[in-house]
Each structure stands twice: as structure tokens, then as C-alpha cells.
């Protein structure tokens, strides 16, 4: 397997999961959505990479950083699991050489037990944080209603 220019880089890939994550101040949902979309898009690999832990921080200024801190790399049909096979993928379709990769599984993280490795890569996500749960209808950069809000 070998990278083509129109395949997601690591980064790239990393970004678009967590656009599309819910938002860290629903951590439930957001633990089962991590869990459920590996960084792949292409169903042909009989590998997934997820995202297994992170670190999230909140500037005053309201900009979140995500920072992995590891993933899982899944097989669903290997037991035990090839870490060969392993590093190889994560070598020829993410360009990763991770320097420690350890297996796991067994442990009911990953849904009908499928053998699993974890690892950890760079990888950093930010984006600004909506000041308000509720737009308002003449725009997000309108300044908010002053004085009474009754009819």
C-alpha cells in the first residue's frame, strides 16, 4: 500500500475527524463518536486507526487545542495481532514510524473484541470556540442585544 496524492495526510485526516467530532463539553458523545470513525475513509484496508486519548485545552481567548495524545491502530480479523503488519501500514499509509507500538485487546475497548495496538503520534488540532450555544439570527459576529430581551 502506498500513499496517493489524493488520500488525507495523518494531519489532514487527524483535523477532519475532530471537525466532525461533538465537541469536547460532550464528552459521552464525543468518547462514543471517537470510537466509532477511525482516521480512514477507504473501507478496502482491513486496518483503522483511532483516536484513544487526548489532551484538551482552552485558551482565555477562546481558541481549543487538541493534542493526541495516543491512537489505536485495529485490526478486526487478526488474533493475535502482526505488529509487523502493524507498522507497515502505519508506515505506508500515514508515514508514521512510531517508536513504541503495544499490543492490546482482550479488554472490551474495541467493539467485538478485534485485536488493537496502541501508539502515539504528533498530531494537533485547533480551532476558535463558539461564545454561544444559540446563533443569533442576524449573524455570529453581530454584537448581542442590549436591555431587556421581554416583547
Known amino acids: 500500500m502506498t500513499v496517493s496524492a489524493d488520500q488525507p495526510s495523518f494531519q489532514q485526516a487527524f483535523e477532519r475527524l475532530l471537525s466532525r467530532a461533538p465537541g469536547p463539553v460532550f464528552p459521552r458523545a464525543r468518547e462514543?463518536?471517537?470510537?466509532?470513525?477511525?482516521?480512514?475513509t477507504?473501507?478496502?484496508?482491513?486496518?483503522?486507526?483511532?483516536?484513544?486519548?487526548?489532551?484538551?485545552?482552552?485558551?482565555?481567548a477562546g481558541i481549543v487545542r487538541i493534542r493526541a495524545l495516543r491512537f489505536a491502530v485495529v485490526h478486526g480479523d487478526q488474533h493475535p495481532l502482526?505488529?509487523?503488519?502493524?507498522?507497515?501500514?502505519?508506515?505506508?499509509?500515514?508515514?508514521?514510524e512510531p517508536d513504541e507500538l503495544v499490543p492490546m485487546g482482550g479488554?472490551?475497548?474495541?467493539?467485538?473484541?478485534?485485536?488493537?495496538?496502541?501508539?502515539?503520534?504528533?498530531?494537533?488540532?485547533e480551532r476558535a470556540a463558539p461564545t454561544t450555544l444559540i446563533s443569533r439570527p442576524d449573524g455570529p459576529d453581530a454584537p448581542a442585544a442590549s436591555g431587556d430581551p421581554s416583547p
Not at 32 to 40: D, G, N, S
Not at 82 to 96: F, G, N, V
Open 107 to 125: 479488554d472490551g475497548w474495541f467493539r467485538d473484541g478485534a485485536a488493537w495496538a496502541r501508539f502515539s503520534a504528533a498530531a494537533v488540532h
Open 82 to 96: 502482526d505488529l509487523e503488519a502493524c507498522r507497515t501500514y502505519l508506515s505506508q499509509r500515514w508515514r508514521l
Open 42 to 60: 477507504d473501507p478496502a484496508s482491513p486496518f483503522r486507526t483511532f483516536l484513544l486519548e487526548e489532551a484538551i485545552q482552552e485558551s482565555e
Open 32 to 40: 462514543l463518536y471517537l470510537r466509532k470513525y477511525p482516521l480512514e
